[in-house]
């Protein structure tokens, strides 16, 4: 790099004529550019440290002829320069002369903290109190009614602190982790509209959401023999459904029949599978929200139901019509009795009276008029009188219906 910068100094000299602007030979010009050490002698003159007068000085004191430094001012005063890093923290501490007294330093912004009367400094005492007054609050924990906390000492299990106010051993040597072991937790699966098909005992799917309730029974076991109780608790819901709803057939799951049972039968397994790991959980509830067939064979169940319906109403008006017609034919047999008991007790009047009867019935409606033998004469015309009694009944009969 010196190399480099002595080559662009001499071509810089070339170009003003062998002369260097600031007034350096040709020889030495390379120096005072380059590391402050000028025509002075080593170690007299103020160049050596980089002090005021370094290159100003040489050409103007000096005698030297050429340009002068167009950057230092003119005049007998000595050239100013940028404030070194000593001169900055010499005018911020105030134990050394010239920086001032006083809780603020020349060219300070911050205030500074008060000392102790020896002299030094209140920042390892505050630093002191306020690690101790942490370790002091990281010991008390206060629980609200219906929590528990476990503790753990450095990472490994070591009891469970009830509700209220306990001490532990200050962070990081015990570390609490609460939990609300008395509010129910509600788990509804599937999530969302999310479908959930299950297979049935008569090997039909069906859509189902229910509802599983739980909390926790035992904190530690909760806290340390499962991975995601709480993935678990959902996993074990879904298996114990699968196989409870294998147990019925689809219109019981459809029509709520065996709701109940198949609700209750879900409880059982889940406690039974969720005590078997020793979860520390336990289940409230299981409730079925809703049991409807795939969405995708929806409109055929439907029309399933419409047609079993219909045919539940046709079997329905069967079963009527056939309870009237055996009411009729019980009816008429024994009215056919009475009349056998009448006939074997008097053969032909009950012959004749049945005779009668029944050309009564037959010619009720009729309007011919029978008569015995030619040359008789009715003198009441019995067919007008037969129309006009019938005309007057059946407008006796609308005036009514109005």
Known sequence: MRLIGEAITRAGLAMAGGKSPWGGSNGNSGDSSGDGSNDAPDGEGPAADGEPGSAGDSSPEGGREGPRNPWLPSGGTPPRRSASIEDIFRSR???????????RGPGS???????????SSWMPMVAGGVVVA??????????????????????????????????????????????????????????????????????????????VR??????????????????T?????????????????????????????????????????????????AIQGVEIKKSDPPAKTKSAFEQVTVAQQDAERDRSNA??????????????????DKVYEEYKLAPEVTKRR?????????????????????????????????????????????????
Request: charged letters at 25%; aromatic letters at 8%; glycine letters at 8%.
């Open 214 to 231: 739980w909390n926790i029974k035992d904190l530690k076991n909760y806290t340390f023999r499962l991975a995601d109780p709480k993935e």
């Open 354 to 402: 049945m005779y009668y009867e029944t050309m009564e019935r037959v010619l009720r409606n009729n309007d011919t008029v029978v008569a015995e033998a030619d040359g008789v004469t009715p003198y009441i015309p019995l067919p007008e009188v037969a129309r006009k009694a019938k005309a007057e009944t059946s407008e006796a009969s609308q005036q009514g219906g109005q």
């Open 319 to 336: 079963r009527a019509w056939a309870q009237q017609k055996l009411a009729e034919a019980e009816g008429n047999a024994a009215q056919f």
């Open 233 to 281: 608790v959902r996993e074990v819901a879904e298996t114990a459904m699968r196989a409870s709803i294998a147990q019925i057939s689809l219109n019981e799951a459809i029509s709520g029949e065996g709701r109940a049972k198949v609700e209750g039968d879900v409880r059982q397994r889940m406690q039974d599978l969720l005590d078997y790991y020793k979860a520390g959980i």
């Open 109 to 119: 912004n911050f205030p500074q903290m008060p000392r102790r009367p020896d002299g």
């Open 134 to 211: 942490f370790l002091f609050f990281s010991s008390f924990h206060q629980l609200d009614p219906g929590e528990q906390g476990v503790v753990t000492r450095f990472g490994q299990y070591s009891h469970v602190i009830d509700s209220g106010i306990s001490m532990t051993m200050p962070w990081p040597v015990d570390s609490v982790k609460v939990e609300d072991v008395r509010s129910f937790t509600v788990d509804t699966i599937p999530e969302g509209s999310e479908e959930k098909l299950m297979l049935t005992s008569d090997k039909n799917l069906v859509d189902l959401t229910y509802l």
């Open 93 to 103: 501490d105030p134990r050394r002369s010239g920086g001032g007294g006083g809780p």
